[in-house]
């Protein structure tokens, strides 16, 4: 892969475009945009730094995956007190417009956009070898929209920039209606699906980049989210028919030492190791095992106990599910790396431990290797059975599993977990069954709140946070405010209703 280099441009934040490599990354020199956008290696670093924000705090490595907290799963637990009191605010629906978590959220696909946009604007002129182009533009289609579709769903309308701003720009811009950021989204991932190879196509330190399975897999989940199921089942088709494979082992997916499997059909790559403090958007250790572990039990390296699931979210569980024992820890659970859990660890009794790494592997709170898993082929699966469901196809949506690998969709994922195949149901039991195993087969990787809102137009969401107590939550909290210090310097910027 190329080496590091940095461009300086304007977005609607003033930022500094810091293309570094997106698997092995270290600091190098800074170069002069007139001699850059010249050789292959000038646009695989571009690209490279399109990957980065997706790996900081603002999304992946802390954000994106407390959103399970705002869904109900769990609670923040770590230190008490104000620890982590901007989830706890949006998670008690007392969220306000100074809330930091928003306007983490708000800001954190800027930079990501922004060098996606200069990529798409410059490399289409480079004299690189073709197929080495179309991949670095597929993969930036593919990461820009990404980034839009993690807005549009937390913020609704936002604004839609598709070229690198500049001074002389309107820096100060409206925001766009959000079907229209769909139409990009979908357009945008669309052509990925073009030009982006396939992942087995990618060897050595290629390997993690946006493949066209990726491509496939997130276009279906935005038509999920729109409600277009055919375009949905075809695309969860053309995933399956490209190879993606079920792990035999569902803790494989989180394990640093089975990183990008058969089933993983994206991750956010980090490689543990870093040059940088903990705290900085450079640092290339993942937060995740660090944050979740049991707090004061020694159990993994740092241990700050965030993320603690409920009780009404273990009771979920079904008799005989696998995935409790790789999810959760809890009194009289398997020992974890030879120590066995108390539930004195937790304020509710329980803490993850789905993401845990053990000392041999991350000795310390900086040095976790584990990628986070965004797409993977269980979810497909799940997208497949709902969509058909949706589209009448009841019966087939809840075919008979062979095995993980064969029969039908939702019965594979129950297969893997030990569980009994689903038959029989109706078209709006088998709905609450699938929406209930995607509940337990993802947690806490982020998909439990865009499921809440996405189903019935948030009406899902609304009516189980209600019933887990969460009576705070109105139509208003389906989406987050935008943060006030955005709208401070941007005067364009509308609010979102209710706020």
């Known amino acids: 892969m190329g080496k590091t280099s940095y461009i300086i441009a304007i977005f609607s934040f003033t930022l500094l475009f810091g293309c570094k490599k997106f698997l092995d990354k270290a600091p190098l020199d800074s170069v002069n945009t007139s001699n850059f956008w010249i050789t292959a290696d000038d646009a695989v670093s571009a690209i490279n730094g399109a990957y980065q924000p997706m790996q900081w705090p603002k999304l992946y490595n802390l954000r994106m995956w407390t959103t399970d907290i705002w869904a109900g799963n769990s609670v923040v637990g770590a230190g008490g007190g104000t620890d982590g009191i901007e989830t706890q605010d949006i998670a008690n629906f007392v969220t306000a417009t100074d809330n930091a978590a928003a306007l983490d959220i708000w800001r954190g696909p800027a930079p990501g956009i922004l060098r996606c946009n200069l990529v798409l ?11 080495l182009k179309n991949r670095v533009l597929g993969e930036a289609k593919f990461l820009r929209a990404s980034y839009y579709f993690i807005l549009v769903r937390l913020f609704g309308d936002v604004p839609l920039i598709t070229v690198p701003q500049t001074p002389e720009g309107d820096l100060r811009p409206v925001r766009t209606p959000k079907l229209q950021v769909y139409d990009l989204i979908i357009a945008d991932l669309t052509d990925a699906i073009n030009l982006l190879p396939p992942k087995t196509s ?7 980049r946006a493949s066209k399975g990726a491509a496939m897999g997130m276009l279906a989940k935005v038509h999920l989210t729109l409600g277009n199921y055919q375009q949905t089942v075809d695309l969860c088709k053309q995933v399956t028919a490209l190879g993606y494979t079920l792990n ?6 989180f394990n640093p030492q089975t990183k990008n499997s058969n089933e993983s059909l994206f991750e956010v790559q980090y490689y543990g190791k870093t040059n940088y403090s903990f705290w900085d958007n450079e640092n290339q250790a993942s937060w995740v095992s660090t944050f979740t572990g049991p707090r004061n039990a020694d159990f993994v390296g740092g241990g700050y106990g965030w993320d603690q699931p409920t009780q009404e979210f273990v009771n979920a569980y079904e008799s005989g599910d696998k995935r409790k024992d790789q999810t959760v820890l809890y009194a009289g659970c398997p020992n974890f790396d030879g120590k066995a859990y108390s539930a004195a660890y937790s304020t509710t009794g329980y803490n993850l431990r789905k993401f845990l790494v053990p000392k041999s592997i991350s000795p310390d709170y900086d040095t976790n290797p584990a990628d986070f898993p965004v ?3 269980a979810d497909v699966l799940l997208m497949q059975a709902e969509a058909m469901n949706e589209l009448g196809q009841t019966t087939d949506a809840q075919a008979v599993a062979t095995d993980i690998n ?10 893997r977990a030990g569980l009994t195949d689903v038959q029989g149901l109706s078209k709006d039991a088998l709905r609450e069954k699938i929406l209930h195993e995607r509940r337990m087969e993802l947690a806490f990787e982020g998909h439990r709140w865009f499921d809440l809102v996405r189903v019935n137009n948030g009406q899902y969401g609304l009516d189980f946070l209600h019933s887990i107590g969460k009576v705070n939550a109105t139509t208003k909290h389906l989406l987050l405010p935008i943060p006030q210090k955005e709208r401070d310097a941007n005067p364009n910027l ?3 209703t209710g706020y």
Not at 121 to 131: L, W, Y
Not at 202 to 208: E, H, K, L, S
Not at 248 to 253: I, L, M
């Open 121 to 131: 604007q410059n490399v289409p002129g480079m004299k690189i070898d073709e197929s």
């Open 202 to 208: 990618y060897t050595g330190t290629d390997i993690g």
């Open 248 to 253: 035999a082992n569902y803790s494989d997916n």
């Open 375 to 377: 797409l993977r082929y």
């Open 406 to 415: 064969t029969g039908g969709p939702l019965n594979r994922v129950r297969k």
């Open 494 to 496: 509308s609010q979102n």
